[in-house]
Structure formats: C-alpha cells, structure tokens
C-alpha cells in the first residue's frame, strides 16, 4: 500500500484470523471437505511466495453473501464474529450492510468481504442486487423456528440466480442452539444436516449469543474460499466448475480444485 509515496503497511491480523491448520467440518453427513490438510497446490503456492520473500500480487478477497429469513439472526451471527459483541434487541438490516475481515492463512494474507443482507420482504429488491460474484453464500435459519429452515432454499435459489451454478460454497448455519434444550437440538441438526445435503451446503449449528462454534464456523469458511483462490490464481486459465451437486462428496477432486469465479476487482 502506498500513501504519500510512501510504503504503508496493514496492521497485523489478530490471533484469532491466523490459520496454520486447515479448519474441521462441523458433521461430516454435510460437509463441503473431508480432507484434514490444505491441497498440496495452496501449501507449495505458500511456501513458494515465502520463501521468495514475495508479496502477493494482489490482496485476495473473497465475497461473502449472508442470506435468510427475517429475525434469524444474520447481524448477529456476523457482529459475533467481527465485533465479538451480541445485540439482545431486533434491529431491522435496512437494504445491506458489509464488514471486512482480514486473516492469515498460512502466511498469505487474505480477506472476506462478508455482506448483510435484509430479510424483510420489502428490502428483499434492494438486498438481491447484492448477491451477484459472491464466493460462498450463507444461508442462515433459526434452531428455534422450523418454518425458517423450510425457507432456505428459497433463498438459496433466490441468491444462486445472481451466479453461476456451481460457482459458490454454500452454507447452511443453524443459529440460536442456545435457546434449544438438548434433545430438540439434536433432532433440529438432524433436519438441517438432512436439508444441508439436500442443498449441497455443508452445515453448521451456531449461537451468536454465546459464541459457540461461531469463529470455527468463520475459519472454514476463510479457509475453503482461500483455497478456491489460490487454485485460480495457479489455475487461472483452465476454467473449472465444482458443479453443485459435487459438494457434499468430499472426495472428488473437481472440488479442491474450486469454482468458476465471477472475478471482480479486489475479489480473487
Ligand atoms: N438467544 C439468541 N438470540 C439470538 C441469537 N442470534 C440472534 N438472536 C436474536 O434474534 C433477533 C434477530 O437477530 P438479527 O441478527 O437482528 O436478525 P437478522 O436475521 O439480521 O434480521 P433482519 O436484519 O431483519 O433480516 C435479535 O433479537 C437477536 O438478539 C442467538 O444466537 N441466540
């Protein structure tokens, strides 16, 4: 970064966004990855730039697009993990909102650029115009209110017309698991890990208000669309699609090797 002539430098990331391991699935029923280690082109991609004491050409960044019913618990979810606070009081998203997290993944620098969207019907015109070239979408849904799992899909459907098929790792993140008692939250994961497969997402079940699974939820989601990034920075010229229905079967390859991209600048 240059300000004045002058060579700048970000801070440094928390300790929290370093990645060394590459992160866990929450169920492997429905999981996006199955594989306990980075592919060995990000490693050697890694290694190689480090070793080079070379910079990254350009910051990589992947979008990121929250979608799902309303009062679900999206902003939560989000300023959970950005801001490590929780709002007890409902305030609407009003059209979209964005945050910006840094991370280091294996010694690269890497962002994810994770947008808000609203879940109220009347800003649903403003927010969808949001979801085109996005990486990963997060489909949310409340532990606590069925009906909300039930509209997923829609959603996802919804924010897949904006992209290519095949071109998103798709999430499907059960919030509020504190407000459950232990044997309705098993039987609500089972429903979501069922409908996670269904949808060629991997699933996650969360709570903004305690934390719990919250920055572990976000490491993977860091870590897979890092991967996706450096494959197409190696790969750039071979066009390559994971095929949505490729997901949840982690021992294809076509997934390490990650999906077309909608490439944009400051996104990989
Ligand atoms: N108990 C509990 N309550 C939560 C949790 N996450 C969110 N809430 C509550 O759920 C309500 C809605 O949360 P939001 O994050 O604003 O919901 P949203 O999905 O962003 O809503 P829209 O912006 O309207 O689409 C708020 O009153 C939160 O306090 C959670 O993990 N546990």
Known sequence: MHVNGMTSFPPPVSR???????????????????????????????????????????????KVVVVGDVNVGKTCLINRFCKDVFERDYKATIGVDFEIERFQICGA???????????????KCIASAYYRGAQVIITVFDMADIKSLDHTRQWLEEAMRENEPGSCFVFLVGTKNDLLPSEERQRTEKDGV?????????????????????????????????????????????????????????????LEEGPVQDTKRGCC
């Open 16 to 62: 929290d966004r370093v990645i060394w391991e590459f992160p866990k699935c929450y169920s492997p029923e429905a999981s996006l990855q199955l594989k306990k280690d980075w592919n060995s082109g990000t490693r050697a991609a890694c290694k190689d730039r480090a070793a080079r004491h070379q910079p990254w050409d350009r910051q990589k960044m992947s």
């Open 194 to 254: 069922r409908i996670a497969a269904e949808m060629h997402a991997e699933f996650w079940a969360v709570s903004a208000k305690s934390g719990e699974n919250v920055q572990s939820f976000f490491s993977r989601v860091a870590a897979l669309a890092f991967e996706q990034c450096i494959q197409k920075d190696t790969d750039d010229d071979v066009p390559v699609s994971i095929g949505r229905g490729a997901a949840i079967k982690p021992d294809r390859a076509n």
């Open 109 to 123: 620098p890497f962002s994810l650029q994770i947008w808000d969207t609203a879940g109220q019907e009347k800003f």
